[in-house]
């Protein structure tokens, strides 16, 4: 990590929700939903001035309503008003609807298709709730994430923001897994441990990566910031990388083609660091996954390379295409401790009494959902560590160490979720961010 400093004093939070900006949805172009206009609906009844424009903005707001539903314009900053009571009746808007091509285009407009798209309607609702979650949450989180901030600080305003928005209720609804907050030539899968202080630097790479997850239906997006244009050509890049495998993707299509595309647009791009020019590369051994019922990685993945792999996507599946881009060696390797772990579906019962306790816990609070330390220490559990390290030992839980490229390189990250509906593929993650 970039620089393990004493902790700094949290943001204020005054500070914070002036910097809270405007509605999130790419495709849904509604007026912003700034601090003012949440004060002016809470100031009904004062009179003058204020009240003129009150109504202009209540009358724009009504009138949106009908066409996507009242959106972000609801939300408070810090995010705190589940999306539940801004989308009433299951209302959620739709991610981006992409229509198959070639041998698929039959299935937008067929009757049977339709038919197996309703069967799953329960399902896309959750999504669509859990990836609204995401995006009111992330665009909080753009605007007060920057240099001087705290990690820490950063992975519990994302998590309670979760928590608040999704209404996080046992396994019905809750945060997916661990907030990534990987820094330069870390990729993926760190995240603060108690007692862990980053502070951000203006020349830091930072990967956002976090879930939501409604009834095991998961949301898994992730986003880079930088505060150096410098770095704009490999966020370019990767973003690029990123759009165009979900591009690519489509019932019966070949994950290594997908790979291929993605590897091609990446290393189209170049960066010039230090006077020097440097390739872009893909990160070869880190790929997107499938989603499973409160499972994160279904069993497929998703390469960032051509690898020749001929196994097909299926209609009905849920993916997360994630694509990284470095300025390294394009090989990640486990480096640092570790935060991240999931336990197994399938596992052996521990016989050490400190495991025993754990799993449990684990059990309990998790299921099979990956979780973090940090989700331990608050359920007011203590001296688990050896308890953990024996899970891990005896296959029960694995462990996810934090994944970084060479010291001195920079890696960047941009991550959506999306479903193969019957009749069209929804990125459901998408917004007007990325
Ligand atoms: C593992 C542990 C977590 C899944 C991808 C990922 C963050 O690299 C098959 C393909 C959270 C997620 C995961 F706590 N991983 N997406 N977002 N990390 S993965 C993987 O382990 S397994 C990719
Ligand atoms: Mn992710
Ligand atoms: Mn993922």
Not at 167 to 194: D, Q, R, V
Request: glycine share 10%; net charge negative.
């Amino acid at each position: 990590m970039t620089q393990a400093s004493v902790a700094a004093d949290s943001v204020p939070t005054k500070e914070l929700s002036s910097l809270a900006v405007s509605d999130t949805s790419a495709k849904h172009d509604e007026e912003d939903g700034s601090d003012d206009e949440v004060e002016e609906e809470a100031g009904e009844g004062e009179g003058g001035a204020q009240k003129k424009k009150k109504k202009k903005n209540r009358n724009k707001k009504k009138k949106k309503t009908k066409k996507t539903g009242p959106g972000a314009a609801g939300q408070t900053s810090p995010p705190s008003i589940p999306v539940s009571q801004l989308f009433p009746s299951s209302s959620y808007r739709e991610g981006q609807i992409c229509e198959y091509v070639d041998d698929n285009m039959y299935r937008t407009t067929s009757e049977e298709m339709r038919a197996r798209d309703r069967a799953n309607e329960r399902q896309l609702i959750d999504l669509r709730r859990a990836a609204e979650v995401h995006r009111e949450v992330r665009q909080y989180a753009q605007s007060v994430i920057k240099p001087g901030v705290d990690l820490a600080d950063v992975a519990e305003m994302i998590e309670n923001g979760t928590r608040a928005l999704v209404e996080a209720k046992g396994f019905e609804a809750g945060i997916g897994f661990p907030t990534g907050l990987s820094i330069n030539h870390c990729a993926a899968h760190y995240t603060p441990n108690s007692g862990d202080h980053v502070i951000v630097q203006k020349d830091d790479v930072l990967k956002v990566d976090f879930g939501v997850h409604v009834n095991g239906n998961i949301i898994d997006s992730a986003f880079t910031m930088s505060w150096n244009d410098r770095y704009d050509p490999l966020l370019n890049a990767v973003r690029d990388a990123t759009n165009t495998g979900i591009r690519e993707a489509g019932i019966d299509v070949r994950l290594g083609d997908i790979g291929a595309a993605i590897q091609e647009v990446m290393e189209s791009y170049e960066i010039e660091l230090g006077g020097k020019t440097i390739p872009i590369r893909p990160l070869r051994n880190l790929c997107g996954h499938n989603i499973g019922s409160y499972v994160i990685h279904g069993g497929k993945s998703v390469p960032i390379v051509a690898n020749g792999d001929q196994t097909r996507m299926e209609e009905g599946e849920l993916f997360a295409i994630e694509t990284f881009g470095t300025t390294g060696k394009g090989l990640v390797f486990e480096e640092g401790v570790c935060s991240h772990y999931a336990k197994n579906s399938a596992h052996a019962m521990p016989r050490l009494p400190s495991a025993k306790k754990l799993l449990s816990t684990i059990e309990k609070n998790f299921g099979t959902l990956p979780f973090c330390r940090r989700y331990i220490d608050r359920l007011g559990e203590s001296h688990y560590y050896l308890g953990l390290k024996h899970l891990v030992d005896d296959g029960i839980v694995t462990a996810y160490p934090p994944l970084c490229d060479v010291q001195g390189s920079y890696t960047a990250q941009f991550e959506h979720t999306f479903i193969l509906r019957p009749t069209v593929k929804e990125v459901l993650s998408r917004g007007d961010d990325y």
